[in-house]
């Protein structure tokens, strides 16, 4: 069964940084894009920063500049550097993958989120 894992939320002054991690397990043959989303209280859930398996990035125009995403293929990780926090990114962060469990059959996954919250 595959599964997403989360890790790096936490309580941040403004100005503040913190490093999301999410890392993938179970079996799979690949993962295409991953990404985070974020879910601000009483808010829809909302695109952070997504990156394909060849390194393409996309973000927020509400993060750009202040965040970075990354991933390592082994060990399956994608890391969300956030810099420059304000109040306005405190949410529940989600990771999410695409991952292709067998061949021609592509599902995505979620994690059980992470809280952040900034500080003002």
């Known amino acids: 069964q595959v599964q997403l894992l989360e890790s790096g939320g936490g309580l941040v002054e403004a100005g503040g940084s913190l490093r999301l991690s999410c890392a993938a397990s179970g079996s799979f043959l690949r993962i295409n894009y991953m990404g985070w989303f974020r879910q601000p209280p009483g808010k829809q859930r909302e695109l952070v920063a997504v990156?394909?398996?060849?390194?393409?990035?996309n973000y927020a125009d509400s993060v750009k500049g202040r965040f970075t995403i990354s991933r390592d293929n082994a060990p399956n990780t994608v890391n969300l550097q956030m810099n420059s926090l304000k109040p306005e990114d405190t949410a529940v962060y989600y990771c999410n993958a695409d991952i292709v469990t067998r061949v021609a059959i592509t599902t995505r996954y979620w994690g059980q989120g992470t809280q952040v919250t900034v500080a003002s």
């Open positions: 990156i394909s398996s060849g390194g393409l990035t």
